[in-house]
């Protein structure tokens, strides 16, 4: 058993949303059951709602709490949902509750065996209006937190220092996430030299990785609102790439050639770039237009198992909708649970970790 930690609490914080919070609680949680903690979970402002036989529920913790077999006294309850009837609530002074009372109610009362992992909110101001900001909450319950930053460039350690500046000694880590592999050697060296002289322990740097990076057909289908017309028994595979058919065939049979497991948006009359797509790395074709292929289509698809969708859009729009499934990526399936947590294993000083929080070697063992 750990002896008492400094804190109980580890908050996962991001400086924009979709920056990889999930995958890391979900990568880190591993590591630290490997290790022999007994974990529990939260995420007390809700972001990522679904209904389920008439109740709301939260996505992330749905599947966090199922992937890391946590009983119930080990899941921390979700205080608000973040959405626009809530929010137009709290506007007009429907909802009153005390958040940040209920924050710490219902938090530090519950069993929390040797650590909590949280997953905070999408940047550091979301939540504010109900008292529920990262920072808040790390003040609130006294939670140790650990950033997660997306690399766009080297201006996004900017980001980092301004929240370095509000949380102050509550930040004790930093992963940065989609590093692109050709800048990993400069980032190793410039970032992390230039972030730990700044007191910011810099626990890990993920490689971009476009199997996470990836969206399965099933959810560009619900996405588009698309009719599935052949394999709907293969909506799982995974699509990494966006390819638009709207070029004479002969350009696009390079076109195609160059990129792999990608989805191909043409419309619904161009039969030639539909049978160029399904003879080379193509996961779905979504045809625009709602105008079926021909047989011979359809046939050829079916055999090559390549689930053909259609949608009543045109296709500026199916790009569109299709762009901002890959900019929102969730982790939800097997194959990418088992990606990050390889990812994370790879990647993160798990043992430095354990330090910050101040677990003793022994807490470390199995």
């Known amino acids: 058993m750990p002896k008492s930690a400094k804190y109980k609490y580890l908050l996962i914080g991001s400086t924009e949303a979709y920056s990889g919070k999930s995958a ?27 209904k389920s036989s008439g109740t709301v529920i939260e996505q992330d913790v749905q599947l966090i709490t199922a992937i890391l077999n946590l009983p119930e006294n080990r899941v921390a309850p979700t205080l608000v949902a973040l959405n626009e009837i809530s929010v137009q609530k709290r506007l007009c002074n429907e909802d009153t509750t005390d958040y940040r009372q209920s924050l710490t109610q219902k938090y530090l009362q519950m069993s929390v065996g040797d650590l909590v992992l ?48 509000r949380l102050g000694k509550r930040l004790i880590g930093f992963v940065l996430n989609d590093v ?47 009719e ?12 990494e790439s966006l390819a638009i058919g709207a070029m004479n065939v002969n350009a696009a049979v390079k076109y195609f050639r160059k990129r792999r497991n990608m989805a191909v948006v043409t ?55 299709v762009d901002r499934a890959f900019g929102q ?17 790879e990647n993160f000083d798990i043992e430095r970790l354990l330090h910050l929080l101040d677990f003793s070697p022994a807490a470390a063992l199995p």
């Open 267 to 321: 419309g619904g009359d161009r039969v030639e770039i539909q049978q160029a797509a399904l003879e080379t790395s193509t996961q779905c074709l979504i045809l625009t237009g709602q105008l079926p292929p021909p047989s011979f289509i359809l046939n050829r698809a079916e055999e090559l198992e390549i689930p053909i969708l259609s949608v009543d859009l045109d296709t500026l729009t199916t790009v569109e909708i």
């Open 24 to 50: 890391t609680v979900l990568g880190l949680s591993h590591l630290l059951q490997q290790k022999g903690l007994d974990l529990a979970y939260g995420k007390p402002l809700g972001t990522c709602l679904s």
């Open 228 to 239: 599935v017309l052949c394999r709907r028994d293969r909506l799982d595979l995974m699509v």
């Open 118 to 165: 949280l997953e905070g909110p999408g940047n550091l101001e979301e939540g504010s209006l109900y008292n529920l900001s990262l920072p808040q909450i790390a003040e609130a319950i006294d939670a140790a937190v650990l950033l997660v930053t997306r690399y766009q460039s080297l201006l996004s350690i900017e980001s980092v220092l301004s929240a370095k500046q």
């Open 180 to 226: 692109p592999a050709e800048q990993t050697q400069s980032v190793e060296t410039t970032v992390r030299d230039f972030l730990e002289q700044q007191g910011i322990p810099v626990l890990g740097i993920l490689p971009r990785n476009d199997l996470l990076r990836s969206v399965s057909v099933r959810e560009l289908v619900h996405q588009l609102n698309a």
């Open 329 to 345: 990526v969730r982790v939800h399936e097997p194959i990418k649970v088992q990606c990050i947590r390889h990812l994370m294993a």
